[in-house]
């Protein structure tokens, strides 16, 4: 079992289903749902859960299993338990103590055989979120509810039954305070709460939090930060930081995303310190002209934005805030960085989407580098049939510029704000599109996530093109290991893990199997 | 996991553990490039051709050709299934015959062989015809029948009893199981009740609820393996009963504490070491870091976990009676005979046999401790040195090829003691470049020196695999092939097969 988490649920089934009429194992077997979840404290990764719904035990119950694995996938323990219809929404954990966060509904996920039954039901649907304090003996510790307000709808599945559907405003968000407990937040038709509880389960505080577009929550040991996106003349900046004591909720004074002259910072990574724990952002300093056009590779081009910035959130007085910005413009960056961010030493522009720490405080930006060129051929043809207007307009329409999507680019910035093209990984270049096309998808063909190794000090940077998998060492800047995706019949993907490790999936198209395997990096 | 209904276990009680554990190496033996197998030619070591996909390619053939399923029930049904188990049962044999489980060596075979023949000479009208004797590569302490007079001896047990009289009882235990009938008398059994009205009409009813039918198909079928379960210990108490029989028989003495010695067969991990970890290795100039073997994680594995639902087995379910029921059961019997101390060279020559065997189904964690318990011993053979380089080239590779966790094999704390835990943690957390560095540093131990043009020719082999450049099928292939080619009744054959071309 061990590396293939959903057999593992159903092998009871199909131990037998070889030995007895399948209608029966069928049946029962499709009234089972598994979903796994990462098991996360502080950010790091130290298990697996796999929550599974067994059967409806009566008119509204339904009896649940909970599978808890560690960060090796090494089954550990199981929990039963009978609840109303649930849906786990976060996991965390904290002093011994798993955290489940449940969405329950006597609609959201019913099945009703009529509309009718549907709407005299949803009218009163009783809907609310519940939170499951589990210790590692399987004792259920304690549970909570807390009430909300949903709006629903339904639709009609392919067995032809009414299906209740609606979701909150804003989805659970569910994080461990370090030595404390837990933080919980999310928003309904109402309001938007944070709620924090001991490792045991007890409230600690509630608060009602102020209305913001989005909303993001982190956590320290002393201070639980809710980053929020608010309306703002700049689409991709308007964050904000909210922070509050966790002791007793207190608020501290907010602090509004922006540089000294008043531009948007967009918010590439929010994340905990790998020395401080603190937490700090790293981003995009907004061009305040050219910052609300970012949609196409020539947008990007035109420059959208004027540098990087990173702020740490050492306490709450301003003098804790540390913020280093550093812009294109900066006189000591001249030679490798234009002002419009574009890379001089190979004359590549450049896009940025991930940002990671290293042990010294340095902080690294990981985007995908492109260039564009014009369409000679294009330009041509439009000035030789100039005169018969409708294939310059044509050409126009197309554009004059063809951009090809390069290698991936680290810029590193020091504490002191010191900017440096780091270095270029080579990675799959996507085909060459016109100027106008979407950059995400067309020039862009990476993510990116970082996996650091606390024993090692080392950090990783991992970029998943759509035809490699590359192991990049941002300390030794060198590429470690280069994984294609597709390897004859072997189809490959890599998926963050426990601390230093990455999980490898590996599916075999030929023989039907799927491998798994927790690599250290 | 459930056992297959034809297989009569030997003397222990098999675990869940076990199986959970079985359910990995398989799914990996499968799944997995395997990296294994090393051995010298070492004098008394089997050949390849001493592998049972060779050695009893014969009796394979037969076994196929003549165990047809009889024809017993009027119903089409029952016969189906009773044929369908019956196929399963010669799958099972024929299947492990050719993929290697099983193994021929001449000092061992015979040593078993010994102990058969007395019990046979002893009991003529009980037994009337010598069996198939097996000897299964696994080092889990066990034995089994499966009817068809064959009997399947684990070298596990070999290497776990201490005297002769101790594999005598499971011997006889077995023979027991083939002499009752209990194989196929447990294959009718089943396929009466899968296809009884009782049975069917069971499940049916789950269909018929409207609510908890999970719940009642549990129960439905618990109630089956329960009955299984209670019959299969009824077998093993009369299994029992009979071999201390046919033992008395044969002049051999019994002593029922041999009950109370199987009960720890599962703890084979859970011995410490001598020395620390680290010490082992300074014999190789190797340098071990000490956080490579403190687990740093945050993981839920270093914490204290204890859920009562999963403990244990439930004691309805075990197919076998407890070892002290067992014990108290059979203790007048004893009769405090003289005893004989299994061979040295057979213990010997069963631990390497293991040891290669661990390797080449890439357990290389359980692989290297035990090396370092046979250290402990005392043991300077260098076989051992050999098969330390084996690992570390293993290792190395398999890391190169993402492989490196599932050939650790990492095991939950509980279950193995702390010097494997450390060790385990060491294979997992030491860098690539050390291990690239140990790898390259065994390559060129002194021990070398002392082993057969065969061990050297596959270390060639194994660094070609593990040191090329780009990971090449067609270098693999040509280099598996050239082994072959040169060193053909060499037991490394085996490693070599699994890189050359099918």
Redesign the interface.
């Known amino acids: 079992m061990k590396k293939n988490l959903l057999l593992a649920v159903c092998s009871f089934l199909i131990l037998f289903n070889s030995n007895a009429q399948s209608k029966v194992f069928k049946e029962v077997s499709d009234e089972i749902s598994s979903q796994v979840n990462a098991i996360m404290q502080d950010g790091a990764l130290v298990g697996y859960l796999m929550f599974t719904q067994l059967e409806k035990v009566s008119e509204d119950s339904f009896s649940y299993k909970i599978s808890i694995m560690d960060e090796n996938l090494n089954d550990i323990g199981v929990v039963n338990f009978r609840e109303e219809k649930i849906s786990l929404q976060s996991v965390a954990f904290e002093q011994d103590v798993l955290c489940l966060a449940y969405l329950k509904s006597n609609v959201i996920g019913q099945k009703f055989k009529k509309l009718k039954g549907y709407k005299s039901a949803a009218p009163t649907a009783n809907n609310s979120i519940v939170t499951q304090f589990l210790n590692l003996e399987g004792k259920i510790l304690k549970t909570n509810q807390i009430a909300v307000d949903i709006k629903t709808s339904t639709f009609k599945n392919n067995e032809g039954f009414f299906v209740g559907t609606g979701s909150l405003d804003h989805g659970i968000q569910l994080r461990n305070i370090n030595q404390k407990g837990f933080a919980l937040f999310y928003g309904d038709k109402d309001i938007q709460q944070l709620v924090t509880y001991t490792s045991t389960g007890e409230v600690l505080w509630k608060k009602n939090i102020d209305v913001a577009k989005y909303y993001s929550l982190f956590t320290t040991p002393n201070d639980i930060y809710m980053v929020v996106k608010k309306k703002d003349k700049m689409d991709e900046g308007g964050y904000e930081a909210w922070s509050y004591a966790t002791a007793d909720g207190k608020q501290y004074p907010n602090y509004e995303m922006k540089d000294k002259e008043g531009r948007s910072l967009k918010i590439l990574s929010f994340d905990n310190d790998l020395t401080t724990g603190n937490l700090y952002a790293a981003g995009n300093i907004i061009n305040p002209n050219k910052g609300n056009s970012y949609y196409t590779a020539k947008d990007v081009a035109n420059g959208p934005y004027d540098g990087v910035f990173t702020i740490s959130f050492n306490g709450h007085n301003k003098g804790d805030i540390k913020e280093v910005f550093t812009y294109w413009s900066g006189g000591d960056l001249k030679p490798e960085i234009s002002t419009r961010g574009r890379l001089m030493e190979n004359k590549h522009f450049a896009k940025y989407y991930h940002c990671s720490r290293d042990f010294n405080g340095n902080t690294y930006f990981a985007g995908t580098s492109f260039t564009k060129r014009p369409k000679i051929g294009a330009i041509v043809a439009s000035v030789v049939f100039l005169p018969l207007l409708a294939p310059p307009i044509l050409l126009a329409g197309l554009g004059y510029n063809k951009c090809y999507g390069k290698d991936a680019v680290i810029l590193k910035q020091t504490p002191k704000g010191v900017l440096s093209i780091d270095n270029f990984v080579a990675s799959s270049h996507p085909h060459v599109v016109v100027g106008r096309a979407p950059f995400e998808g067309f020039v862009n063909n990476k993510t990116f996530y970082h996996v650091t190794n606390s024993n090692t000090k080392s950090n990783y940077l991992i970029i998943d093109d759509t035809k490699n998998i590359t192991l990049y060492n941002i300390n030794k800047r060198q590429v470690t290991r280069t994984i294609p995706h597709k390897d004859g019949k072997i189809r490959t993907n890599v998926y963050p893990a426990k601390e230093g490790h990455i999980l490898v999936s590996e599916y075999n198209q030929k023989e039907k199997y799927t491998r798994l395997s927790i690599e250290a990096l | ?2 056992v297959p209904p034809f297989i009569m276990g030997g003397l222990v009680q098999i675990n869940m553990y076990f199986f ?1 554990y079985l ?2 190496i398989v ?1 990996l033996f ?3 490039i395997i990296f294994s197998d090393v051995k010298s030619q070492t004098p008394g070591l089997y050949t390849y051709q001493e592998l049972s996909h060779l050695y009893y390619a014969k009796q394979n053939d037969s076994i196929k050709k003549n165990w047809i399923c009889p024809k017993l029930y009027k119903e089409k049904e029952t016969q189906k299934k009773y044929s369908e188990i019956w196929q399963d049962r010669l799958s099972f044999i024929s299947n492990a015959i050719n993929t290697k489980d099983f193994v021929y060596e001449k000092d061992i075979y015979n040593y078993l062989s010994q102990i058969v023949t007395d019990i046979i000479t002893a009991n003529p009208n009980t037994i009337t015809k010598a069996p198939l004797i097996l000897l299964d590569r696994s080092s889990s302490v066990n034995a089994y029948a499966i009817g068809g007079n064959i009997l399947a001896v684990n070298l596990g047990l070999v290497e776990f009893a201490s005297t002769r009289e101790e594999l005598a009882l499971v011997i006889a235990h077995e023979l027991s199981h083939n002499i009752l009938n209990h194989a196929d008398n447990s294959i009718k059994e089943r396929a009466e009740l ?1 296809t009884s009205d009782e ?2 009409a069971t ?2 009813s ?2 018929d609820s ?6 009642r ?2 129960k439905a ?1 618990q109630g089956y393996s329960f009955s299984r379960s209670k019959h299969n210990r009824y077998h093993e108490a009369d299994a029992d009963s009979l071999a201390v029989v046919l033992l008395k028989n044969s002049k051999i003495s019994f002593d029922a504490k041999y009950f109370l010695r199987l009960d720890s067969a599962d703890i084979q991990y859970k011995k410490t070491l001598k020395n620390p970890v680290k010490t082992y290795f300074e014999k190789y100039s190797l340098s071990v870091e000490d ?1 490579w073997t403190q687990k ?6 270093t ?8 403990a244990s087995i439930q004691d309805s379910l075990k197919t076998h009676p407890e070892c002290k029921e067992r014990y108290i059961k059979n203790l007048l019997l004893s009769d405090g005979g003289k005893t004989t101390p299994i061979p040295q060279i057979i213990k010997d020559k069963t631990k390497k046999i293991i040891i290669w065997n661990m390797f080449d189904n890439q357990n290389l964690t359980a692989c290297l401790y035990e090396i370092l318990l046979e250290k402990d011993k005392g043991n300077t053979d260098v076989w051992y040195d050999f098969m330390f380089h084996n690992i570390f080239n293993g290792l190395y590779y398999s ?1 190169k090829q ?5 050939a650790i094999n ?3 704390k509980e279950y193995i003691s702390k010097d494997y835990y450390e060790l385990q943690n060491m294979l ?2 030491m ?2 470049e050390n291990l690239e560095q140990f790898a390259k540093k065994l390559k060129e131990g002194s021990f070398w020196q002392g082993m057969p043009s065969d061990a050297k020719a596959l270390k060639t082999l194994m660094n070609t695999i593990a040191f090329a450049e780009e990971s090449s099928d067609k270098i693999e292939n040509n280099a598996a092939k050239e082994f072959i080619a040169n060193f053909p009744n060499s037991m490394y054959c085996e490693f070599a097969d699994h890189f050359k071309k099918k």
């Open positions: 996991m459930i959970k359910q990995h799914p499968i799944f997995t899968l049975y069917k499940l049916n789950v269909l409207k609510y908890e039918r999970l719940t198909l549990k079928l956080w740093k994680s945050k993981g839920l594995s914490k204290s976990y204890n859920f009562k639902d999963t890391d993402l492989n490196r966790f599932n990492v095991k939950p997992e957390q860098p690539k």
